[in-house]
């Protein structure tokens, strides 16, 4: 199975985003990768030096709403909490919620929530829904947070994009049947091993499938 098509207007999109994340951002700088040419060390793992850096995720989330809101693509609003499908962690492990609806119909929506470890900030949790139904967990961001994990701010904003960006462009975002599921992401899929690609394109269809899909935003 091949990603779907990355739309054209991808390029000028996240331009604008750069351009707005100069001013969100400004108080949450970057880092570069602390692993160049090496593996972790062994006691990097499990261990979070700076757990206050991740905040330049929430910085890159404003400068998206902020793009998407000027481009009549979406609009953004806080949400109230409520559970999740298949979610890692219950609301009580956020400290808000947004919801980023598509102005076009039938689109999906988009709800990133502020995350708290050790009862302090931390990162981001990912869904999407269709319409008032029970939203779905995509991914977290950071996936792991842990020193040996980090692989600089650079990749954590490509990742966060790239979950976006995925949203925007429609079409089948997710599917699950039983214990077995699928993400498509921007430039592939990930999900159970066997089953991403007929759970997601309906290749060999399954009874109790279900799949979360969108209009493109645009």
């Known amino acids: 199975m091949n990603a779907a098509a990355r739309p054209a207007f991808f390029d000028a999109l996240l331009a604008a985003v750069d351009r707005a994340f100069a001013v969100t951002g400004a108080g949450t700088p970057g880092w570069p990768d602390p692993h160049p040419g090496r593996g972790p060390l062994d006691e990097e793992y499990s261990r979070v030096s700076h757990p206050g850096r991740y905040r330049i995720l929430e910085a890159r989330v ?27 962690r ?8 947004r919801r980023i609806t598509p102005t076009r119909p039938d689109g999906l929506t988009l709800l990133v929530a502020n995350t708290l470890v050790d009862a302090a900030p931390f990162g981001l949790d990912i869904a999407i829904a269709r319409g008032g139904s029970r939203p779905v967990f995509l991914a977290a961001v950071p ?76």
Do not use: F, N
């Not at 404003?62 to 890692?88: D, F, G």
């Not at 219950?90 to 919620?97: A, I, M, T, Y």
């Not at 499938?209 to 645009?218: D, I, K, L, M």
């Open 90 to 97: 219950p609301p009580s492990g956020w400290v808000s919620l």
């Open 62 to 88: 404003e400068a998206w709403v902020q793009v998407l809101a000027e481009a009549a693509l979406a609009e953004t609003h806080p949400a109230p909490a409520q559970p999740w499908l298949a979610a890692p």
């Open 143 to 218: 996936d792991c947070g842990c020193d040996a994990c980090d692989r600089g701010s650079a990749d954590l904003l490509s990742a966060l994009d790239g979950w976006v960006l995925t949203v925007v462009r429609g079409g089948v975002v997710h599917a699950r049947c039983a214990q077995s599921w699928t993400t498509r992401t921007l430039d592939g899929w990930q999900g159970t091993a066997g089953r991403r690609v007929s759970l997601v394109d309906g290749s060999a269809e399954t009874d109790g499938v279900e799949r979360w899909t969108g209009a493109p935003w645009s």
